[in-house]
């Protein structure tokens, strides 16, 4: 039986989604641009305008660009508190966005398209950033100790085969939204 007092080690996904929620709250809060909060009616208009394909690349560099942030944080010793910042600094984004939609007209059609896929986006970039702080650990111990650094070999292609199972979940994620807002608003 574990002594009561003994300190449990802090989990790190439960960290990141603090991060994420505590990012959401203050971007929804300090948020103060000026924008008329269609979102879903903007971006069919510039799926009209500019094609489907070249929205769909912008919402997919958007989410892929902080998942390949974590993937790069995950080679440095010391970046888990990084790690934090970037899910935090996304969630800013998310909690903008968010309090954009409600200062605007169409606010539950715009949020059942936005939610549900900045929901899938976050916890895409949870999950590469869970392993990016796993994988940042596993640097920290080998530089501190003598141990074997053999096994670390198959850790980095395991490693880097999530990273790229996050990238098309990304893809996938930003192509239902694409194609979910041009059949609501096209």
Known sequence: ?????????ARVDVLLVASMIAGVALGAVFYTGH????????LAAEIAENGWLRVYLQSFAGSALFVTAAFLMGFGAVSQPFELMLVAFRGLGMGAEVRGIYSGEDIFINLALYLPFAVLSAGVLILQSC?????SSRYLALSVTTENRIGIAN???DYIFKFLIYLTACAAISALYCLAVRAVWL
């Open 1 to 9: 039986m574990k002594d009561s007092n003994e300190m449990r080690p």
């Open 35 to 42: 924008s008329n909060g269609a979102s879903g009616v903007l």
């Open 131 to 135: 392993e990016s702080v796993s994988m």
């Open 155 to 157: 850790e980095f292609k």
